[in-house]
């Protein structure tokens, strides 16, 4: 038997997921979690086999956590479950230790397909954005906006902010004062034309800055 866990901050997702879950006693659903801080301080005790990770949440962004949650269940296999088709995110969650990415409308066919994946130490991901990642690859791919040159120190600070890292935890990281990590996320949101850190993420997100 397969034990799935559920993180998402809709109560209609997680009970149509169970619903069809119960269909198939091959698999369980044996917690579901309502924020990324109920997830982490229950999923050491639950210890499920597969995590359906929804990527937007109210306190917080789903990418950040993947490597927490590892730390405390090293075997579990994360799913993303979400509604971006984007393939910068996929990027992201499979670079956090995500095993899988899945649409929101997607079937429950293709759900049990990615979970058997999974388990079996493959990497799922729906057709449309394995082929825009193979595309990529070979050099088909979009063309993207002009987006001006940031420094390595400067890329740093992005991708602990996207981690959702206090300035104080970045500047302890980096060995730098806050001062110097304020002037960057400062220099980071006139650059790339943004007006605050939510902005910085949905950017760095979109167009791959990471």
């Known amino acids: 038997m397969i034990s799935i866990a559920i993180t998402d901050d809709h109560a209609m997702i997680i009970e149509g997921l ?30 499920p086999n597969v995590l359906l990770l929804d990527i937007n949440l109210k306190d917080g962004n789903g990418t950040s956590i993947c490597k927490e949650v590892l730390k405390l269940v090293p075997n579990l296999k994360i799913i993303a479950l979400t509604s971006f088709e984007d393939v910068n995110m996929v990027r992201l969650m499979l670079r956090n230790g995500a095993k899988g990415y899945l649409l929101k409308n997607t079937s429950s066919d293709e759900i049990i397909t990615a979970i058997n994946m999974v388990m079996n130490d493959e990497i799922y991901l729906p ?5 825009q990642i193979l595309n990529e690859s070979i050099g088909i791919e979009k063309r993207h906006d002009f987006l001006p040159k940031i420094t390595r120190r400067e890329k740093e600070v992005l991708a602990l902010i996207v981690e959702e890292f206090t300035t104080d935890e970045i500047a302890d990281k980096l060995f730098v004062t806050t001062k110097a990590i304020e002037a960057h996320r400062s220099n980071l949101i006139q650059k790339l034309n943004v007006r605050n850190t939510a902005g910085l993420v949905k950017i760095a997100i979109e167009k791959g800055l990471l």
């Open 18 to 47: 169970k619903a069809m879950f119960q269909l198939d006693k091959k698999y369980v659903i044996s917690a579901s979690y309502s924020s990324l801080k109920e997830t982490l301080q229950n999923i050491a005790r639950d210890k």
């Open 127 to 131: 057709k449309e954005l394995k082929n």
